[in-house]
């Protein structure tokens, strides 16, 4: 997080230009473990920056990114309870 312009890093990661997350059914989890693995990469300093461009078009894996670096290291269950909140979201 830019402490310097924290705005900025939120915006960033609430927006984009495409949304490519396919429609999900609450019991297909397959795309719960690509979330996550997304969310953990935000925390892991060793993890590849894929840059702005990855900001561009919103995929299961960088909302899950996005979100781990807007909410940090956060407890298991709260990271699925969040990924069930944007399936339902996205279905609605």
Same mark, same amino acid.
């Given at each position: 997080m830019d402490w310097k312009n924290p705005a900025h890093q939120i915006n960033k990661g609430l927006l984009y230009e495409e949304d490519d997350r396919r429609d999900l059914? %609450?019991? =297909? =989890? &397959? /795309? %719960? *473990? #690509? +979330? !996550?693995?997304?969310? *953990?990469? /935000?925390?892991?300093? =060793?993890? &590849? =920056? +894929?840059?702005?461009? /990855? +900001?561009? #078009? !919103? *995929?299961?894996?960088? !909302?899950?990114?996005? !979100?781990?670096?807007?909410f940090g290291e956060t407890p298991s269950e709260l990271k699925e309870d969040m990924y069930y909140w944007c399936v339902e979201q996205k279905n609605a």
């Open positions: 059914e %609450l019991g =297909d =989890d &397959e /795309a %719960l *473990s #690509v +979330f !996550l693995t997304g969310w *953990s990469n /935000a925390n892991n300093p =060793d993890s &590849e =920056d +894929f840059g702005e461009n /990855a +900001f561009r #078009v !919103l *995929s299961w894996h960088n !909302l899950g990114y996005r !979100l781990g670096l807007l």
